[in-house]
């Protein structure tokens, strides 16, 4: 660090000032910064080596190098000291006004240098300010998440197709559709009727014959739900692991500026996710058993389904008997099919298992579609219990809970990196400051001598009057400190006050603010006709 100092009372010539710039200018060119500051003669005087340059005295020491400009019979010297020797040139035939133009223009460079220390986050200073800060954190995160993943807007991440959240959640939704419905479970033309034929074989009993026994029927359920289960299950942590990427990327960019909670968001996230993802994992469990031991569907596509099937029955089994005996047969709704195998068994045999696998495969499509369709409202649900309530829930237990709890103080401690860059920002704006006050005696001096000089130095005032100006907004800009919890809560119950008179005026039936109640009865007579319209069709259906 240089050091550059008026000792005594600045009374220099032109021709000395642009000695001194051009000091100062072989510093910028030898990246070396420079401090300006004023001090008294005696402080000059040293156990240090001196060498007499006419006007310019050279001083050295272990540590720097200084070098000091005075006027004969002046008590005013110019100070130069450095951390390493520079070598000076000293221009004394350059134009007045263009000099100073020049010799400033590397301080002004410098001063640019120090644009991306504005970039610093708000520092928190009370438990208030904290509790705060927080709220405003969890109110964003919880609206950019409201966008991405209930609404489907995302015009906060218009260029990245990860964040499109409700688009990749249907093409997911898609994808897992497909799966079930291409997996060898739900091929009916697999082993056509060998596995039926083989059941009904185990599950006789002592009944009447023309009765299908219905363990056969669960028998077979049985099996095929359990092929398809690892499908549901794999989706749900594909899923999760996607809604998990987006939740933390939009809580991590919220929290960045703020160290300590940062972290306990990051680790708030993780388990809120892997609660989540066990939930739902529960949940399909669950679902499966289900499937597995009741057969049950008042979905009347079902009954359709499996009589038009059956309607193929008497062409398949006399195709069976057929003279050209072909291996395999196409049947409608079903596809073909190979027979060779099947001709050993009897015809009754055969018409029962036929019958068995037509009734199986109509309740199959019923039940992928309750296993696609249910998911669908299982993810929408949790997804916005997760915004709405469960994320908040869980961040704050994370950062004042009794396990890995950091506090609402802890916020209040900035990372290392950023309080080093604050350190730096503060210690600029204080040498602004005092280059500042020194560049103005220096223009006191230098007004008697040239208006053109103290033009330029006015020049060089305004211009960091400006930067000064500029870092001291950015720190205004950051948030004021609050004195206790005390006031903090006060905020607190403040905003949950507003926050309840503005619900009851909604939907208070006497305010006419916003008709809410008006537009609720509105709705429920809307569903009201619309329940009675599919009962009158239900019935005609019946009827027909």
Wanted: glycine share 4%.
């Amino acid at each position: 660090m240089s050091t550059v100092a008026i000792e005594g009372s600045a009374s220099f010539t032109s021709t000395r000032y642009l000695e001194i710039y051009s000091t100062l200018h072989c510093l910028f060119l030898n990246n070396h910064s420079f401090f300006l500051t004023l001090i008294p003669s005696s402080d000059m005087e040293g156990n240090r080596k001196q060498t007499k340059l006419g006007s310019k005295t050279t001083t050295s020491s272990s540590s720097s190098t200084t070098t000091t400009f005075k006027d004969e019979g002046s008590s005013a010297a110019l100070v130069v000291g450095a951390e390493h020797a520079v070598p000076l040139s000293v221009v004394e035939d350059a134009p007045i006004v263009s000099s100073y133009n020049d010799k400033i223009r590397p301080l002004l460079d410098a001063v640019d240098k120090l644009r991306n220390l504005m970039k610093m986050p708000k520092s928190l200073s009370s438990d208030a300010e904290a509790i705060t800060a927080f709220m405003q954190i969890i109110g964003v995160s919880k609206e950019s998440l409201r966008k991405i993943l209930v609404r489907g807007e995302f015009d906060e991440y218009p260029g990245d197709k990860r964040m499109h959240c409700t688009a990749r959640l249907v093409e997911m939704l898609n994808q897992y559709s497909d799966e079930l419905l291409k997996c060898n479970e739900s091929d009916p033309t697999v082993n056509f009727l060998t596995e039926e034929i083989r059941i009904l074989e185990e599950a006789k009993g002592i009944t009447l014959p023309n009765f299908l026994p219905r363990n056969a029927f669960l028998s077979i359920l049985q099996g095929k739900v359990r092929g398809i289960s690892d499908i549901p299950i794999r989706f749900v942590e594909q899923v999760w692991s996607y809604i998990e990427d987006v939740v933390l990327a939009v809580l991590m960019h919220n929290t960045q500026d703020y160290y300590h909670l940062h972290l306990a968001t990051r680790r708030a996230g993780h388990n809120l996710i892997a609660k989540m993802k066990e939930k739902s994992i529960h949940w399909i469990l669950e679902i499966v058993e289900m499937e597995k031991h009741t057969d049950y569907t008042c979905n009347p596509e079902y009954a359709a389904e499996c009589s038009r099937l059956m309607t193929k029955q008497n062409a398949f089994l006399d195709g069976l008997n057929d003279e050209k005996r072909p291996s395999k047969i196409v049947i409608e709704g079903i596809g073909e099919v190979e027979v060779e195998g099947l001709r050993k068994y009897k015809r009754v045999d055969l018409s029962q298992a036929y019958d068995l696998k037509m009734r199986m495969t109509a309740y199959w499509k019923v039940v992928l579609k309750r296993l696609v369709d249910s998911m669908a409202l299982h993810l929408q649900l949790n997804v916005a219990n997760l915004v709405n309530k469960d994320m908040e829930m869980e961040i704050v237990g994370e950062l004042v809970g009794p396990n890995h709890g950091c506090g609402i103080e802890k916020m209040l401690e900035e990372s290392p990196s950023t309080a080093v860059k604050r350190e730096k920002l503060n210690k600029s704006i204080k040498k602004l400051k005092d280059s500042k006050e020194v560049v103005g005696k220096i223009m006191d001096g230098v007004i008697t001598y040239a208006v053109s000089i103290s033009k330029n130095f006015q020049d060089i005032v305004k211009k960091i009057d400006d930067k000064l100006n500029s870092y001291l907004s950015e720190l205004n800009k950051m948030p004021k400190c609050l004195s206790s919890v005390g006031e903090a809560t006060t905020v607190l119950m403040h905003i949950i006050g507003l926050s309840k008179e503005s619900h009851r005026k909604i939907l208070n039936p006497d305010e006419k603010h916003m008709h809410c109640t008006a537009r609720l009865v509105e709705i429920l007579n809307q569903y009201s006709d619309e329940l009675h319209k599919c009962a009158t069709k239900v019935t005609r259906k019946l009827i027909s």
